[in-house]
Structure formats: C-alpha cells, structure tokens
C-alpha cells in the first residue's frame, strides 16, 4: 500500500494537473478573495481518492476526471417535471447556466434574489460574507476539495435573501440540453431573523454538476427544502448542502432521487443556537447501473437542538446505495436529541447497501440513537397481501411504496410530498 | 483522588458512583511489581534481536524466517491512524523485545526451584497455591479443580497446568515455543493462516517478535474436559509483550478458553501487541473470553498500557461457531477488534463485549463479522461505558459478500455516559452485496435513564441501588455470557468501576 505522505502528494499533483492553463473567473473583490482562498484549500487538500476513507463506497473518479463523460439526454416528457401544480417563483438553469427569458421574474416580497454571475461583478454585495465561509466550514473534520473546486470556479448559481415570510415557494429549475455540459452552481441563501421560505429544486442538471448551497438561518428562520433528482440515467454529480441554523431556527430538507450514474448528496449542518432542528431525508429508487450516496453530517454545537436523518433506499438490477451519516454531539450540546435511521430494500440479488451510521458524542445527558437495516421484501407481508387477492407485481409494488413513505413523511407541506409520492409511484412502474 | 467539581455531577448518578468511576485507576488492585532476576535481550529492534528471540526460543529456521518475512514486511508498513484514538508516536527503539525470570531460564523441577517472588505473583494475581504447584510441576496436586492454567510472564510462559489430563483427552495445551518445538507441523499449517504477517502494523510486528503465547489443538469430537485458561502479565519495565495464540479446534470439537491479563503501575506506558488465531472446523465450537485489566494509567492519565490486539476467528467449515466475550477494562489505550470471518455454511459469530473507560483511557474496539458462506449468522451485542475523560468508540463492521446468501446480523450498540467531558462514539460500516440476507443495526446513546431510576426508586430502592441496578441492567446481557470461572472477575470489575459505591 502506498505510504500516506506519498499519496497526499499524487492528491496535490492531480489538483494541479486539473487546474493547469484553468484561471479563476473575473469578479469582484469579494468573489475574488472568496474564489482564490478556496482554490488555496483545495490545492492543499488535493483531489479525493477511493483510498480516502470518506469516499470509501464511492469512486470519486468520474466527478474529478479531466474530462467530462458524456451522457446521453433523456427523450424530453419521459420524466414530466414535478411541482407543476404549485404556484412558485420559477428560476431556470440550462446546462447550469441562468436562463432569465425561461424564468419567472424574481419578485417575491421579502426575497431578494440576484444571480450570481451578476453579484460576483460587485464589489459589495451581502454575499460577501457567505460565499464560501461555509464550504471552509465543513473541510473540518472531513476533507470537501469538491466543494472548494466549486466555491472557487462556479460562477452559476442565485443569491437569495429573505427577510420576510415567503408567500410563495422558489423552485430551481435545472434543464439539460447538451450532452457532454459540466456544471457548477453555488446557491446562497439568507433567512434573516424569523424569515421563511420554501425552495424547491428539480432537473437533471448537466452531464456532470458539481452543486454547493449555502444557507444560513436567522434566529427562528424556517427553510423548507424540497429536492427531485429524476431519471437521467447517464449523469454524474455531486450536490452539497452546508446549513448553519441560529436559535429556534429549522431546516428541514428532502430529497427524492432515481437513477443517475452516479450521484453524491452531501449534507454538513450545524446546530449553533439553542432549540434548533435540522431534518435530512431522503428517498431514492435505483435501477440498473446506479450509484447513490448520500453522506450527511450533523453539528449539535448547541443545547436541546433535535436532528433526525431518515433516509430509505429501494435497489434492485445491480444498483448501489450508499449511507453515510454521523451526529456529532459537542460537549456544551446538552438535551439533544438525535436520530437517524438507513434502510433499504433490495429487491434483487445484484444490489448492494452500504452504510456507515455514526454517532460521536461529547455531552452526556442527550438521546441519540441511529438503526440502519437492509433486506430483502418481507415473504409473511407478501403472502398477506396475495392471500387478499392481490398480483404479486402490485403487493410488492405497494410494499415498496410503503417502505418509502415513511421518508416522504418528512416533508412539512402534504401537497409537495403528494406530488413526490405520486411521481415515485411512476418512477417505480416503468421498471427500469 | 481528584476533588469532584459539583457541576460534574447530574441526577441520577450519585457523588459516589462518580467517585468510584473516577478512582477506578487508583484503585487499580494489580499495579503491584515483582522484583524479580530478568534475563533482557538489548534494547531496540532490529533482525539480530529477531535472531536472538529465535535462538532463545530454540526455533528451528523456518520460524526464524517466518519471523524476518515479518519484520521485513513492518519495516515497509505505516502505523494505522483512522481509529479514534490519539496516539503518542511510539518509539520502538526504546523497548525491551524479549524478557524471561531468570528463575525459568532452567525449567523448575519442584516448587523449592520456582523463585519465591514469583509465587507471590501467583499469589497476588488470585492462583491459589495449589495452582502455584501446578505451575511449578509438582504433580498431583488439584485434581479436582476443573480449569487448566498457562501463564506468561512477560515474554514466556512459566508453566501450563493439567498438561497430563489434558493430553489423555488428545487436547494439546502449552506454550505456543514449545508447540513450535514439539507439533511444527501444526504450527506450519496454521500459524499465520487467520492473522496474515502483513495483516495490519501490529499483527506484523507481533510476527516478528512474539516470544511466547498459548496454543491448543481440540482433535476431531473432543469436547475438551475443561476451560482452558491463560494469564498475562507484563512485569519487567521498558517491555513490550507481544504474545501469540493459536487455536485449532478440529470436526466436531468443543473448547472454551479464557484469559486475563494485568500489568504494574509505572510512569512510563508500555506496549502489547498480539494476536489471536483460532481455526474452527466442521461442526466444531470456540468460545473465547478475556477480561483485559492491563494498567490503565492513573487518574491524570500518566502511564498504562497501549494495547493493540489482533484477533480473528476463522470459521472455515459448515457449521462452525465461535463466541468472543470481552471486558475491557484495562489499558491506556485500547485498539482491538475480535473478529469472525464466516467462510463455511452455517457457521455463527457472536461477539460480546463491555468497554469500560475511565479517566483518560481511549477505547476503539469492536468486531468484524464477515459472512462468506451461505446462511451465516452473526450478533454483536456491545456496551460502552464512558467516564472522566475517556474517549470510548466501537467500531465495527458487518460484511455480507454476494454468495452468502440468507445470513443474518444484527448488532445492538449502547453507549453509556458518566460525566460531560467524556465521549462515546459509534462507527459501524455495513455492507451488504446480497438481498437475500437480513443485516440490523441498532445504536443508543444515553445517560442512566431517569424513568428507570424513578421507577426503582418509587418501588423503595435507595438512590444508590437503583443506580447500580440500572447500570447492571445495561451490562447484564453480556455478563450472562461470560463462563462462570470469568463472570466473578468481570462482574467484580464492573462493580469497581460503577457498582463499589452501592450497598
């Protein structure tokens, strides 16, 4: 085995090749200074590599090759957009690119949205002390150089600030059009003291995305964050969601995946203030040749903070799921309250589960607690469901169903998590 | 012992508990030293301190080679680092490799030979005198004791009780030194074959230089007439023990075995690093227990034990069942993680465990169970108490490979905390590459729980009674599972470290 120090240095040497005859883009003194400390960070870390023990189920190479893989575009209308029936303040990427003529105008009272491509022009702008300082965050105690590379060279990305209540949700759409397109997108959001806000996310993104979102919460700001990763079986990305939360703040994000090449969902809060609540979950539905992640990390840095992680995976023709996802409780972060549960389901003998539940705790007088289960559909479930006269296809498919709705609960607005239920429900009808 | 600030203390857990817990090191009833006559090998590591452990062992020159392979092999690997322990850099320049009472130097052929001062350790380390004469050779003597005994100080063993009852069953029992002069053939076969040399650092430093361990054969459908037991004990300052064991059980065989271990109080922390082998075949049935009391550093963290233990069972054939029982209570610093790889159909791996860390004790222990053959099953039961500053984690994994169809696991973690500068911690990896099997995980992290003190409370138990229920409660599921030559030592342990202060 290469000795650690040597490896280090093949890490180092493969940022530098990567970067090489690359420039930082142009902007102004806060995305500058902002873009060139990134790049510092990750050409100290380097690229990550299978050996790296934090992406030891999943082979970072496709996301750090030179070149990007492309990926055939799905035939359009195979995959009908989600929250089509909601009133919504549409925001729309191409090939991760803002496309102002297919969005709405970005007028919500209480919400200031500006792209980032126009922000990073200014040399003052209230982004300035986000962007990026939460991505420098989270390097510690795990290594992110995916995350600098995008803090350093997204130049896509919105910039939303709320001071209000949100009357309406703003969904971020992404559209692929270009088979071989990388993206990189770098969302900031803003909830000010006692703000709210819906954002909802949808599209295939690119051929290969590489995303980061920053949000910080004011004392008692509510995020709700709502996620669809649809069928686009040839792409390959990696999203991150770093979330601070004040007191009284809470976030609550879902995500809804299928298929994908390959797909890393990371997530890295932290619970700064008393009586906090961050809930992460996800629901992912893979089929074929599909690897999915998702890898959180939660921060109680404060008292009587509560966290849940509820993440259920259904695999089957050889796809791969991936948990990893660890409470880290500090010493001052006394009545917490921690839970999180990984399941899957494999419905065949080909798909795999890997997890790695972990709970670090510093404060004695808390309740945590993580489960984490894989097996196959329950034979006595199954036969109860044929004994009452129904197909196979249809009990295992409403087994299935059942299975995954427990995530799905975690989704505050019963109408977001109807519209994700119904498309889940399709999603797992094609088969394949 | 340290003054206890109030704010260290929450309710539900009484100001004597805390105490206790806190004392635990000082009270620590084996850090006694034997002043005895050593025969040292020179400081430091290098090939001719290999060469002379060999020659002092009078091994034939395969072991020798099989011992340079290894130190070869170390020279080229890096310590591990992803354990959740922080380990000072170890110097292994600085170390005594080999040490042996000068008394064993010639075999003692009466209990008058046996140096007087080493029959006081018998004494202190609670081997009765009978067993002491055992030791020492004299024949006749405790017959009707049922527990054969095999003691290694520092680098050898000294001697290896109810050889002559054991070998009328065909069970072999000795030293492993004098099994590589007497069964080499089996010692070939099967030395090296669970715990490669180039399995981890610690395993392949332990190739190079261990200087004495256990071995024991179980033939084909022997269930072996008693537990077998071994003592460790590191005595001379400055050196490290590096014991190897080797476990065969045949078709069809039954052992149980057991071993302790205890160390001196010093300043200075000392290194042990062994390895485990145990071959299990056809039908055969391996329970393994240890109460590791090595010295755990006292209450400001100065000295103790840096403990780095690879043991592994291989279940090789249908069938096969191994048991791995631990409490940990010792050791400064504590790296180990008995493990089962379940290669034949059918075999069993359990693993139960009690972590106790105290003061500035870091525990990373756990298992490995790794399912290979079809309709496998495996349970983990651990416990992890952690008090003063003690880092306490398990880590352990459960691997379910494509062909072991229809296995099962399940792993029940639970942390206990005593105090808020401390820390427990949880890292399972689970994998699983076949649908058929069943794998379930389960972790809790808490405080003594208030409900059930309430409940013990309003049923007229004082404060103190119903603490140390509660806390046997939380061990109990593991100590039933201890054999009864070992469930007195470990209950008294636990009773030191969390229960001395009750009734």
């Known amino acids: 085995m290469m000795p650690r120090a040597k490896l280090a240095q093949q ?34 870390m380097g690229l990550p590599v299978r050996r790296d023990e934090y992406w030891r189920y999943t082979d970072p190479r496709r996301l750090t090759e030179a070149t990007v893989q492309p990926g055939q575009l799905h035939p359009q209308g195979d995959d009908a957009p989600v929250f089509d029936a909601i009133d919504r303040v549409k925001l729309v990427f191409v090939d991760g690119v803002f496309d102002p003529a297919a969005s709405d105008a ?175 979950a996800g629901a992912t539905v893979g089929d074929g040749a599909f690897h999915h992640d998702d890898t959180v990390f939660i921060n109680h840095a404060a008292p009587r903070c509560d966290s849940r992680q509820v993440f259920k995976k259904v695999l089957r023709h050889g796809a791969v799921g991936v948990f990893q996802g660890k409470i880290l409780v500090d010493q001052v972060a006394q009545l917490t309250d921690g839970y999180q549960i990984s399941q899957s389901l494999l419905l065949d003998e080909n798909a795999q589960f890997l997890a790695k539940p972990e709970l670090e705790i510093y404060a004695d007088d808390v309740k945590c607690s ?55 429900e399709a999603w797992l009808k094609r088969r394949g | 012992m340290e003054a206890l600030d109030e704010s260290q203390l929450r309710e539900g857990v009484d100001r004597e508990t805390v105490e206790t817990v806190q004392s635990m090191a000082g009270t620590y009833k084996h850090g006694w030293e034997t002043e005895i006559e050593m025969e040292f090998a020179p400081k430091g590591l290098n090939e001719d301190i290999i060469r002379l452990i060999s020659e002092k062992n009078n091994e034939p020159e395969w072991m020798l080679d099989w011992r340079l392979a290894a130190y070869r092999r170390w020279l080229t690997m890096e310590s591990p680092d992803w354990a959740m322990l922080n380990i000072p850099m170890i110097d292994y320049q600085d170390q005594y490799y080999y040490a042996k009472p000068k008394s064993m130097v010639d075999k003692p052929k009466s209990l008058d030979d046996v140096d007087p001062k080493l029959l006081e350790t018998y004494a202190k380390l ?82 190079a230089v261990f200087s004495d361990g256990s071995f024991v054969y179980i033939p084909a459908g022997v269930k072996c007439p ?29 052992v149980s075995y057991l071993e302790g271990c205890t160390a001196p109080k010093r300043d200075t922390h000392q290194l042990h690093a062994a390895v485990v082998e145990i071959v299990v075949l056809e039908d055969a049935e ?89 309709n496998t099953r495996s349970r983990i039961v651990s416990k992890g108490i952690s008090a003063g500053h003690a880092q306490n984690t398990y880590r352990g994994l459960v691997s379910m490979h494509p062909k072991a169809r229809d296995s099962r696991n399940y792993t029940q973690c639970d942390s206990l905390l005593i105090g808020d500068k401390c820390g427990a911690h949880t890292v399972p990896y689970i994998e699983v590459r ?29 404060e103190e009674e119903a603490v140390a229920l509660v806390v046997n409660g939380f061990c109990k599921e593991v100590l039933q599972e201890l054999p009864m030559e070992f469930a007195m030592e470990a209950q008294a342990l636990v009773a030191i470290s969390l229960e001395g202060s009750v009734g």
Request: charged fraction near 25%; hydrophobic fraction near 40%.
């Open chain 1, 370 to 424: 993580h489960g984490s289960t894989s097996g196959e559909i329950d034979q006595s479930q199954l036969f109860y469901l044929r004994a009452r006269g129904l197909p196979e296809d249809q009990a295992k498919l409403l087994l299935v169903l059942a299975f995954l709705s427990e995530a799905l609960e975690e989704i505050a607005d019963p109408a977001l998590a109807d519209d994700l239920r119904d498309k889940m």
């Open chain 2, 286 to 374: 391996v329970k393994y227990s240890t109460v590791q009391n090595w010295y755990p550093g006292d209450e400001n963290g100065k000295g103790g034990i840096y403990n780095f233990v690879t043991k592994r069972a291989d279940c090789r054939e249908a069938r096969a069942k191994v048991m791995w029982t631990q409490v940990e209570t010792g050791s400064a610093i504590t790296w180990k993680y008995p493990s089962c790889i379940l290669r034949g159909d059918d075999s069993q791996g359990e693993f139960y465990s009690i972590a106790i860390a105290n003061n500035w004790q870091q525990a990373d222990t756990g298992t490995k169970m790794v399912h290979l053959g079809k």
């Open chain 2, 126 to 207: 609670g081997i009765p005198l009978k067993e002491q004469a055992i030791l020492a050779g004299v024949e006749g003597a405790g017959e009707e004791r049922k527990v054969a005994v095999d003691a290694v100080f520092d680098s050898v063993s000294v001697g290896t009780t109810f050889r002559k009852e054991l070998e009328a069953a065909g069970v072999i029992f000795c030293s492993i030194s004098e099994a590589v002069q007497e069964h080499p053939e089996l010692v070939k076969k099967y030395l090296g074959s669970v715990v490669p040399q180039n399995d981890n650092y610690f395993a392949a430093l332990n190739s």
């Open chain 1, 11 to 44: 890490k180092r040497d493969a940022v530098s090749a990567l970067l090489d005859g690359r420039s930082l883009p142009a902007g102004g003194a806060w995305a500058t200074k902002a873009r060139k400390a990134a790049e510092a960070r990750l050409r100290d």
């Open chain 2, 226 to 254: 008693m537990e077998l037991s071994t003592y460790f004990r590191i005595n001379a300052e400055n050196t490290g023990q590096f014991e190897r064991t080797l476990i065969i059980a045949e078709k069809g065989s039954h």
């Open chain 2, 434 to 462: 076949n649908a058929s099997s069943r794998v379930e995980h389960e972790a809790t992290t808490s405080k003594v729980d208030d409900d059930q003190l309430f409940y013990c409370r309003s049923r007229g138990m004082d």
């Open chain 1, 106 to 280: 970005p007028e919500l009272a209480g919400v200031e949205i500006t792209p980032l491509a126009e922000a990073a022009r200014t040399d003052l702008h209230w982004a300035r002390d986000l962007y990026g300082t939460l991505e420098a965050r989270s390097q510690n105690p795990v290594q992110r150089p995916l995350a600098s590379l995008n803090t350093s060279y997204a130049t896509e990305g919105m910039l939303i600030r709320v001071t209000g209540v949100a009357a309406r949700p703003v969904a971020l759409i992404y559209q692929r059009k270009n088979e071989a397109a990388e993206a990189m997108t770098h969302h900031l959001i803003r909830l000010e003291q006692g703000a709210e806000l819906t954002i909802l996310e949808d599209g295939p993104v690119a051929a290969r995305y590489n995303q980061v979102m920053e949000v910080d919460l004011g004392e008692g700001a509510v995020l709700n964050h709502v996620r669809t990763q649809g069928r686009d079986h040839e792409r390959a990305g990696v999203t991150h969601l770093f979330a601070q939360l004040d007191a009284q703040a809470q976030l609550k994000s879902f995500t809804l995946s299928a298929n994908g090449a390959l797909t890393r969902n990371e997530a890295v809060i932290w619970l700064d203030g008393a009586d906090g609540a961050a809930h992460i």
